[in-house]
């Protein structure tokens, strides 16, 4: 097996070890990411936009006079997803034709801290079209394959960054989320993805929230460290944010990692059906065994679900969704002094764009407060009657385990079909109830622990109480010890390995 081929098993922290300790330069680093994207991704997809030469350059920097001040991840291979975040001078797409070509002049606060702690961004990952389907198959660049199956989907909308976790080009990449943007591909792909706590990372200087606060910025990796050591180094409020989520209780998520749940939580679970009126029975035996993994580990584990349903909030959510992808659309435009038109976009796209331009301010914020509504009453699920009432006993659980999606990596196409209409309900009942984190702001995560016979991974899906990263990160941690998965890599070299129960 090759050196580069050896790294692809690495998760960011130990790729970064290596450079500390001398055995590899931070440029020899970045390098080996570079082979395996020229490499891999022609069958992948996997890759927007690249940048290389500026990532190099930035390798060959000097650190500065304090080098123990470095972060656990300096100089770790790192890809943007091409919806969000920008950086000054590359190109930025948003996977639609309409932004082809476009380089905005001004970056962004979260590409700044990426590259604060030491993350190196050697290009773009691909997305869906505006982010506004759950797989990543735009017309623009192309369709991101699943590594597990090139014939499925990868998820979406970060599906780029997913694949290229899970295939092992880099070992952490940027995600973002306002209905399960980051935890769909993470199932669909094997690797492991948390939607932070509303307001938990910065969105300026561009914006200050996105969709009333649907949308949260992170990342997705091959490891839980990974992902709690981004978060400690992107996390807090920017000057001017108009809100900002509270602090971490556990002083940092690394060190929620470190130090594991601590307690018995009392943890929920759920195999109830989404808007579909289905569950695949590998993503509800998914669930059933998390379950159960949980209890050997010491856990409080108990069947049982919160009143309030997605399916009951399809409707309003989309309000949001259709103004958030008009508004993004909108200020596109007017950055790139372009002018929308129908033959530059998908078909979904479009129709969500017209929608949104129709909708009156009367009616947007009536589902603002329909959803506002249902997120006091799913609040009430995790907190403690005594905190409420000022008495009783009654403890709110801490975690609450469902399904990420309704089914497996879905066929290549699955969302393309019928009506705009019918592809949006399709995408719906993909997602399952994942858009409930996001309406309620509440953190979420997927933790890849099953995979089917046919070789393809399933997420099992983790809700906490709000502003409780920790938790999720520290029970994670516990269930990656556990069931370990970043062992796992399709491709050459690396067949499929037999799945346990998990």
């Given at each position: 097996?090759?050196?580069?081929?050896?790294?692809?098993?690495?998760?960011?922290?130990?790729?970064?070890?290596?450079?500390r300790?001398g055995?590899?330069?931070?440029?020899?680093?970045?390098?080996a990411?570079?082979e395996?994207?020229?490499?891999?991704?022609?069958?992948?997809?996997?890759v927007a936009?690249t940048s290389?030469?500026?990532?190099?350059?930035?390798?060959d920097?000097?650190?500065g006079?304090?080098?123990?001040?470095?972060?656990?991840?300096?100089?770790?291979?790192?890809?943007?997803?091409?919806?969000g975040?920008?950086?000054?001078?590359m190109?930025?797409?948003?996977?639609?034709?309409?932004?082809?070509?476009?380089?905005?002049?001004?970056?962004?606060?979260?590409?700044?801290?990426f590259?604060?702690?030491?993350?190196?961004?050697?290009?773009?990952?691909?997305?869906?079209?505006?982010?506004v389907?759950?797989?990543?198959?735009?017309?623009?660049?192309?369709?991101?394959?699943?590594?597990?199956?090139?014939a499925?989907?990868a998820?979406?909308?970060?599906?780029?960054s997913?694949?290229?976790?899970?295939?092992?080009?880099?070992?952490v990449?940027?995600?973002?989320?306002?209905?399960?943007?980051?935890?769909?591909?993470?199932?669909?792909?094997?690797?492991?993805?948390?939607?932070?706590?509303?307001?938990?990372?910065?969105?300026?200087?561009?914006?200050?929230?996105?969709?009333?606060?649907?949308?949260?910025?992170?990342v997705?990796?091959?490891?839980v460290?990974?992902?709690?050591?981004?978060?400690?180094?992107?996390s807090g409020?920017?000057?001017?944010d108009?809100y900002?989520?509270?602090?971490?209780?556990?002083?940092?998520?690394?060190?929620?990692v470190a130090?594991?749940?601590?307690?018995?939580?009392r943890?929920a679970?759920?195999?109830?059906?989404?808007?579909?009126?289905?569950?695949?029975?590998?993503?509800?035996?998914?669930?059933r065994?998390?379950a159960?993994?949980?209890?050997e580990?010491?856990?409080?584990?108990?069947e049982?679900?919160?009143?309030?349903?997605?399916?009951?909030?399809v409707?309003?959510?989309?309000v949001?969704?259709?103004?958030?992808?008009?508004s993004?659309?909108?200020?596109?435009?007017?950055?790139?002094?372009?002018?929308?038109?129908?033959?530059?976009?998908?078909?979904?796209t479009?129709?969500?764009?017209?929608?949104g331009?129709?909708?009156?301010?009367?009616g947007?914020?009536?589902?603002?407060?329909?959803?506002?509504?249902?997120?006091?009453?799913?609040a009430?699920f995790?907190?403690?009657?005594?905190?409420?009432?000022?008495?009783?006993?009654r403890r709110?659980?801490?975690?609450?385990?469902?399904?990420v999606?309704?089914?497996?990596?879905?066929p290549?196409?699955?969302?393309?079909?019928?009506?705009?209409?019918?592809?949006?309900t399709?995408?719906?009942?993909f997602c399952?109830?994942?858009?409930?984190?996001n309406?309620?702001?509440?953190?979420?995560?997927?933790?890849?622990?099953?995979?089917?016979e046919?070789?393809?991974?399933?997420?099992?899906?983790?809700?906490?109480?709000?502003?409780?990263?920790?938790?999720?990160?520290?029970?994670?941690?516990?269930?990656?010890?556990a069931?370990p998965?970043?062992?796992?890599?399709?491709?050459?070299g690396?067949?499929?390995m037999e799945?346990r129960?998990?």
């Amino acid at each position: 097996m090759s050196f580069s081929e050896r790294l692809r098993e690495l998760d960011g922290h130990a790729q970064a070890e290596l450079v500390r300790t001398g055995e590899l330069s931070r440029g020899d680093l970045l390098r080996a990411a570079i082979e395996r994207i020229e490499r891999l991704d022609g069958s992948l997809g996997s890759v927007a936009v690249t940048s290389f030469d500026r990532a190099l350059a930035q390798a060959d920097e000097p650190d500065g006079p304090h080098p123990e001040e470095r972060g656990p991840l300096h100089g770790v291979p790192f890809l943007l997803k091409d919806l969000g975040p920008t950086v000054a001078g590359m190109e930025a797409t948003m996977g639609s034709r309409f932004l082809k070509g476009f380089v905005p002049a001004q970056g962004s606060e979260l590409t700044d801290r990426f590259e604060a702690a030491g993350l190196r961004v050697l290009g773009k990952a691909r997305t869906a079209e505006f982010g506004v389907l759950p797989t990543t198959e735009n017309t623009a660049q192309g369709a991101t394959v699943n590594p597990w199956d090139h014939a499925r989907s990868a998820g979406g909308s970060s599906g780029g960054s997913a694949a290229a976790v899970a295939a092992g080009l880099v070992p952490v990449a940027h995600a973002n989320d306002a209905g399960g943007s980051i935890r769909i591909p993470a199932s669909n792909c094997g690797v492991f993805g948390l939607k932070p706590t509303r307001a938990r990372t910065p969105l300026g200087p561009a914006v200050g929230d996105l969709m009333n606060g649907l949308a949260a910025e992170h990342v997705v990796s091959r490891s839980v460290r990974d992902s709690a050591a981004v978060l400690d180094a992107i996390s807090g409020p920017a000057p001017g944010d108009p809100y900002w989520a509270p602090p971490v209780a556990a002083g940092t998520f690394a060190r929620a990692v470190a130090e594991g749940p601590g307690r018995r939580l009392r943890i929920a679970f759920s195999t109830r059906a989404g808007s579909g009126g289905r569950l695949d029975p590998a993503c509800a035996t998914a669930v059933r065994e998390a379950a159960a993994l949980c209890a050997e580990l010491g856990h409080e584990v108990v069947e049982a679900e919160p009143a309030v349903a997605f399916t009951d909030l399809v409707e309003p959510f989309l309000v949001l969704w259709a103004a958030g992808v008009s508004s993004a659309i909108s200020s596109f435009a007017l950055l790139s002094g372009r002018t929308p038109e129908p033959g530059q976009f998908e078909e979904l796209t479009w129709e969500l764009y017209e929608q949104g331009r129709t909708l009156s301010a009367a009616g947007y914020l009536l589902a603002v407060s329909t959803l506002q509504r249902a997120a006091r009453g799913l609040a009430g699920f995790y907190e403690d009657e005594g905190e409420r009432q000022g008495r009783g006993s009654r403890r709110g659980y801490d975690v609450l385990l469902g399904p990420v999606t309704s089914e497996p990596a879905p066929p290549l196409g699955t969302f393309s079909v019928g009506t705009p209409r019918q592809q949006l309900t399709r995408a719906v009942e993909f997602c399952h109830e994942t858009p409930l984190a996001n309406l309620t702001g509440q953190p979420a995560m997927s933790v890849p622990l099953h995979w089917t016979e046919a070789g393809l991974p399933v997420g099992v899906h983790a809700t906490g109480r709000f502003g409780d990263e920790a938790t999720l990160f520290a029970l994670a941690a516990q269930l990656e010890q556990a069931r370990p998965w970043a062992h796992r890599l399709p491709g050459p070299g690396h067949p499929r390995m037999e799945t346990r129960s998990c």
